[in-house]
């Protein structure tokens, strides 16, 4: 018995020994793993922070840090989805204006415990404010970005500092042939200096924005004024900046620092700060973004974090990351520096700091965009007075932040749910005992099974799971990473179109309106070219056939993406090709998105573009499938062309046709890109589709995935109603031939 025991009490010790070991090696391996960083830099600024990072690692080998860049648009929902889940970084870099929204979901790890004022005193003054939200501090400052006035020293050796100022140079400027002030007016971010200039305000402490009062009217009717003085030119991109820039046709540009890597070589520019509105007597104030490192809540060493965090926002990084990355860097100390402080473009971007913005960093700011350019757009495009945009932005900010379908209880859906499946369940038993009953059959059936197994599991893991859970989320409200189960609210009020008209933008039925008018244009264009082009091309005739094919199959061949931004660009007002063709004829310019007949004459063209070689390559087989007899006895019967066209080449095509145009009809109704790309929506959402329109509730209104997913299963039922009647169609033109 006493061997027993002592048996017994090794075998315990020793298994102790080992859970300890193994306990010891864990956390061994847990604390070497590195600590793992996220950012959205590129070019010099991604050179400039792996650089601080090497210089790290040399310094301190125990703190090592895995770099992963992720692209700038997808940043922010890979946090939101990763960090929740435990798979998210250690650090990661982003801007301020989200950490609102992160901290109340439980994010972000809160840094005041680690980080004193002495601390914070490293750091311009400016820069601090934003980082904190209700009280508590979130991040260090990396770099402040904000807008900025770029002179050209040949055209205008010495900025204006006043509007009064801005305005007297308009004369003697287009006397030259030169635009005086160029930057992308329909964009809320840049107006946003002159709004807060006229004494607006951002968000007001409950939240709410004030569209309709005087101050953001009267901006409103100042930016309007700059375009119709021919200050500023109409529907500025980005792109146009940089262009009239550069090649002095412009004598102003308002930019950010990221405007510095577009300029050309060897031109003679300086940077000032906006200047004071004549009309209220204060300075137009940019938008303050500041860059920090923040530390999501579930990391593993925090001490560590910010120690890595502190080094990156130090001088000596700074430093680095000002000479090399070219950043209007945060630490106090880095601009005794005489390589930063002596940089004419950086120190004027540190003195436009003085008089900018910190963005609102509360979640309501995210709901202030889209109804704000609808506004800014409306009344530069002139289709509405200065108080009538601010009355149309306040509406549109009411349907973005319209309540959410109140919460419901889910017994009674996981009950019908239940019921449906053991309904299913039962019915695919009863099918498997029937075909079992037969002879041999359990023996065909694993056979059978051991073929289409594989591709039924990639199916059900590709396909099918994914679509389950977008249609469970149809089913839940979604705001600030909070879910609550709604039933069927999303559905009521997407078919109830609660919070605006019935047939307006926004509404269901009239994105339903659009798209079904989308879809039957272009498939009528893309039949009727694709088939005359097909006729066209089946001529024994026609010399350089094999030329003409490949030309007109290339539209098809270019990514779509490609082919909508090579479009949009021809439909600008003042650079694009069309307007350029239509004035070389003597008509004048289209503003092309400016109006929903011309915006979606404009996505119609694109469109019809990309889709009629699809149907001309079908047509074109089938036309060569089609015996010669047929023709040479029509002709022997004296029939005419179209009496042959009729009767012969239109039924033999039917069979051919009729799937591709159903397909067709598919591709068509769901085509994102063009939409999104060409238009974008305008004008005022007016010519966004279902699909575009699911994608702005999912990703521009405040995350709204349920409602989204709730639009997307609309989608569902519309398309699997039509696969139905195209599969019954099909069936029947296929018995007739």
Known sequence: MASG????????????????????????????????????????????????????????????????????????????????????????LFAHERIGGWARAGLLASLDAQVDAAALADYLP??????????????????VKSAALFYNRALVPTPPATTDELF?????????????????????????????????????PDGSFHFESPASVAALGFVADLQARGVVPEEVSGALVASLFNDGKAALAISGPWFTGEL???????????????????????????????????????????????????????????????????????????????????????????????????????????????ALKKVLRGAASPAEGARAGARRHASIVRPDPPPVSPTLYIAALAVALLAGAGFVAWRVVAALRERGAWREARRGWGWIGPAMAATAILILFPFVVGLTLAFFSHREGNWSFVGLGNFADILSARGYGLLEPL???????????????????????????ALLLARPVLAL???????????????????????KTMFHKQQGAINGLLGALGFGEVG?????????????????????????????GALQSIPKDLYEAADVDGATAW??????????????MIPAVLLGLVWTFNQFNVVYLVSGGEPDNGTDILISEAYRWAFARQEQYGYAAAYAALIFVLLLGWSIFSARLARRVEEAS
């Open 5 to 92: 025991r002592t048996r017994a009490a090794r075998l315990a010790l020793c298994g102790s020994l080992l859970l300890l070991g193994a306990l010891q090696v864990a956390h061994g391996e847990d604390r070497a793993r590195p600590l793992v960083l996220w950012h959205s830099y590129r070019g010099a600024e991604e050179a400039a922070l792996l650089q601080t990072l090497a210089t790290l690692a040399a310094r301190e080998p125990s703190l090592t840090v895995e770099v992963i860049a992720v692209p700038n648009e997808a940043l922010a929902s890979k946090l939101t989805t990763a960090i929740p889940r435990g798979h998210g970084p250690d650090l990661f």
């Open 126 to 143: 400016e820069t601090i404010p934003p980082l904190r939200f209700e009280g508590r501090l979130y991040g260090l400052p990396l770099a």
């Open 168 to 204: 007297a140079l308009v004369a003697p400027l287009r006397a030259r042939g030169v635009v005086p002030l160029v930057y992308e007016s329909a964009n809320f971010y840049f107006h946003a200096a002159w709004h807060l200039g006229f004494g607006a305000e951002l968000l007001a």
């Open 264 to 374: 050309a070589r060897g031109l003679d520019f300086g940077v000032a700060p906006l200047p004071l509105v004549s009309a209220t007597g204060r300075a137009a104030s940019p938008l303050l973004t500041d860059e920090a490192v923040l530390i999501p809540g579930t990391v593993r060493d925090l001490a560590a974090a910010v120690r890595v965090a502190r080094w990156l926002t130090g001088p000596e990084a700074a430093i680095t990351r000002a000479v090399v990355g070219r950043q209007v860097v945060a630490a106090r100390a880095a601009w005794d520096d005489p390589r930063v402080a002596g940089d004419p473009v950086l120190a004027g971007f540190r003195a436009q700091l003085a008089t900018a913005t910190p963005m609102d960093n509360r979640p309501e700011m995210r709901t202030v965009w889209e109804p704000a350019q609808l």
């Open 507 to 533: 509404s269901f039925y009239y994105a339903l309106l659009v798209t079904l008018l989308w879809t039957v244009l272009n498939l009528a264009l893309h039949v009727g070219i694709g088939l005359a082009l």
């Open 545 to 567: 056939r094999p030329v003409y094919r490949v030309l007109l199959v290339i539209p098809w061949a270019v990514p779509n993406y490609i082919t909508a931004l090579l479009w």
């Open 592 to 620: 092309w998105f400016s109006s929903f007949p011309a915006a979606f004459f404009a996505n119609l063209c694109t469109n019809a573009w990309l889709g009629f070689p699809f149907m001309m390559v079908v047509a074109l």
């Open 643 to 656: 009496a042959k066209f009729r009767h012969i080449t239109l039924p033999l095509l039917r069979p051919a």
